[in-house]
């Protein structure tokens, strides 16, 4: 079982940047891969980026390439999206999600817990 809380959320104006934590609790985190997701108002959850358990592999979605960073401390259990560049279609509520398998981090269904999210707000 393992238990994600994000933070790190607020309202920033456009070309700022904020740096989002999901922390979590189980000893096992470290085996876990975690994706970052976001929701916008009358939109699909989309895959923002992914880590791998050891961190070896990232992968970013077509929103987040060149401007958001994702990392891992396993040490801290947590994992962090640093987001620069910010702009007002970044809005959305943030949530991070942890699955045991390393493969195939954009899919959505495959998480088996998620947290409760963390509202990001660009304005213009």
């Known amino acids: 079982q393992v238990q994600l809380v994000e933070s790190g959320g607020g309202l920033v104006q456009a070309g700022g940047s904020l740096r989002l934590s999901c922390a979590a609790s189980?000893?096992?985190?470290?085996?876990?891969?975690i994706g970052w997701f976001r929701q916008a108002p009358g939109k699909e959850r989309e895959f923002v980026a992914g880590i791998s358990w050891s961190g070896g592999t990232t992968l970013y979605g077509d929103p987040a390439r060149g401007r958001f960073t994702i990392s891992r401390t396993n040490t801290r259990n947590t994992v962090y999206l640093q987001m620069n560049s910010l702009k007002p279609e970044d809005t959305a509520v943030y949530y991070c999600?942890?699955?045991?398998?390393?493969?195939?981090?954009?899919?959505?269904?495959?998480?088996?817990?998620w947290g409760q999210g963390t509202q990001v707000t660009v304005s213009s």
């Open positions: 189980g000893r096992t985190f470290s085996r876990y891969a």
């Open positions: 999600a942890a699955d045991p398998g390393d493969w195939d981090l954009p899919r959505k269904s495959k998480y088996d817990y």
